[in-house]
């Protein structure tokens, strides 16, 4: 079965808008894993619009099951994951400004960025995972970095599924296969939802891990948090 981390930036952005602690993040992700969630996913940026660093440091005695740190790795990132020491750190090259993640690591243009980013997390037993698109190059980049696992960006993929191309889902196959021929762990993540996720989930062999937010809390609006994350579990076996 392919684990569920779900990210819960969303939960911070509601509450961030009226101040106070409604909903209380805390609590919304022990929950999330009473309700079955393998894992809680969060991806503070600078500016700190939705999960606040503090948020990270409270989560750490919350979290029981899998705890994941997404970011790009500027110093006060590496800085709060050396101190929390999750169990995984997914690298993002996201700009400062940007409102989501939007393209994978160039893994052979940063190579040597990465491979000192990477090896620092491992000496400290944090888990490293790179986000790629689903080129195969790039996948063979993050091996020679020495990552243990990848994150293949699936925007491009929900987007085509949406519109009817299920031939979206090949490059994400083949860059699965390489993947796996490397030694590489596959997580995956952007955009999956309800709708597309059973599908996606049956044709990338060796799927260890998604993370799902957006989509995810946005079902839950009209169907229900407990109800939703069984919803994904179901379609994950």
């Known amino acids: 079965m392919t684990k569920l981390s779900v990210n819960i930036n969303k939960i911070a952005t509601l509450r961030n808008a009226r101040g106070g602690n409604v909903p209380n993040l805390l609590?919304?992700?022990s929950d999330i894993q009473k309700f079955g969630a393998?894992?809680?996913t969060i991806h503070p940026r600078p500016d700190e619009r939705h999960i606040r660093y503090q948020d990270a440091r409270d989560?750490?005695?919350?979290?029981?099951?899998?705890?994941?740190?997404?970011?790009?790795?500027e110093k006060t990132f590496l800085d709060l994951v050396l101190e929390?020491?999750?169990?995984?750190?997914?690298?993002?090259?996201?700009?400062?400004?940007?409102?989501?993640?939007?393209a994978g690591w160039d893994t052979i243009k940063?190579?040597?960025?990465?491979?000192?980013?990477?090896?620092?997390?491992?000496?400290?037993?944090?888990?490293?995972?790179?986000?790629?698109?689903?080129v195969l190059e790039m996948i063979e980049g993050a091996?020679?970095?020495?990552?243990?696992?990848?994150?293949?960006?699936?925007?491009?993929?929900?987007?085509q599924y949406s519109l009817g191309n299920q031939?979206?889902?090949?490059?994400?196959?083949?860059?699965?296969i390489l993947a796996n021929e490397l030694g590489l762990g596959i997580n995956a993540g952007h955009d999956l939802s309800l709708e597309n996720i059973q599908f996606f989930k049956q044709n990338i062999p060796g799927l260890?891990?998604?993370?799902?937010?957006?989509?995810?809390?946005?079902?839950?609006i009209y169907l229900g948090l407990d109800n939703v994350v069984n919803m994904y579990l179901q379609k994950l076996k």
């Open 143 to 159: 091996k020679k970095i020495g990552t243990e696992r990848i994150e293949l960006y699936t925007e491009a993929f929900a987007h």
């Open 208 to 220: 260890l891990e998604v993370s799902i937010g957006h989509a995810l809390i946005s079902e839950a």
């Open 110 to 134: 940063h190579a040597a960025y990465l491979t000192e980013i990477v090896q620092e997390f491992q000496r400290n037993g944090i888990r490293t995972s790179i986000f790629v698109d689903p």
């Open 27 to 29: 609590k919304v992700a």
């Open 84 to 102: 929390i020491k999750p169990t995984q750190v997914t690298l993002v090259p996201d700009a400062i400004d940007a409102i989501t993640s939007n």
């Open 38 to 40: 393998q894992g809680i």
């Open 59 to 73: 989560l750490k005695s919350i979290v029981y099951t899998e705890y994941n740190i997404e970011g790009n790795p």
């Open 167 to 176: 031939n979206a889902i090949l490059p994400y196959t083949q860059s699965a």
